[in-house]
C-alpha cells in the first residue's frame, strides 16, 4: 500500500505562484496513475489534474489548462502541480491520489489511495 504527503501548500496572493509536491513511500510510485483534486470549502472534491504512469501524458480540468502543469519523478517519487496566476476560487485543500489505469478518470472513487491533502489559501 503507497503512502502519499502532500507539501507546498500554503498563503499566496492572487495572481502568485505555487508549487506543490506529492511524495510516495515506495517505488510502487511507478505503477500508479497520479492525480491532484482539490476541496474547496464548503464543496465537494473536484479532479484538477491527472498523469499516466510513466508521464508521457497528462490530463487538465479546463480550469486549470494555461495555469497548472502536473509532472512527476519517477526517480525520485514525487507528482508535482506547479500552479500560476492563481485566483481567489483556487483556494482549497488539495490532495494527491494513486490509481491503476485512472489516468483518464475524473471521479476520485477510480483513485485508491490518497494523501492527507494540503491548503492553499488565495488572497485578493
Known amino acids: 500500500q503507497v503512502r502519499l504527503l502532500e507539501s507546498g501548500g500554503g498563503l499566496v496572493q492572487a495572481r502568485g505562484s505555487l508549487r506543490l509536491a506529492c511524495a510516495a513511500s515506495?517505488?510502487?510510485?511507478?505503477?500508479?496513475?497520479m492525480a491532484w483534486f482539490r476541496q474547496p470549502p464548503g464543496k465537494e472534491r473536484e479532479f484538477v489534474a491527472s498523469i499516466i504512469r510513466s508521464g508521457g501524458n497528462t490530463k487538465l480540468t479546463d480550469s486549470a489548462k494555461g495555469r497548472f502543469t502536473i509532472s512527476r519523478d519517477n526517480t525520485k517519487n514525487v507528482v508535482y502541480l506547479q500552479m500560476r496566476s492563481l485566483t481567489l476560487e483556487d483556494t482549497a485543500v488539495y490532495y494527491c491520489a494513486a490509481g491503476q489505469y485512472s489516468f483518464t478518470n475524473t471521479d476520485p472513487g477510480t483513485y485508491n489511495y490518497w494523501g492527507q491533502g494540503t491548503q492553499v489559501t488565495v488572497s485578493a
Open positions: 515506495d517505488d510502487t510510485f511507478r505503477w500508479y496513475d
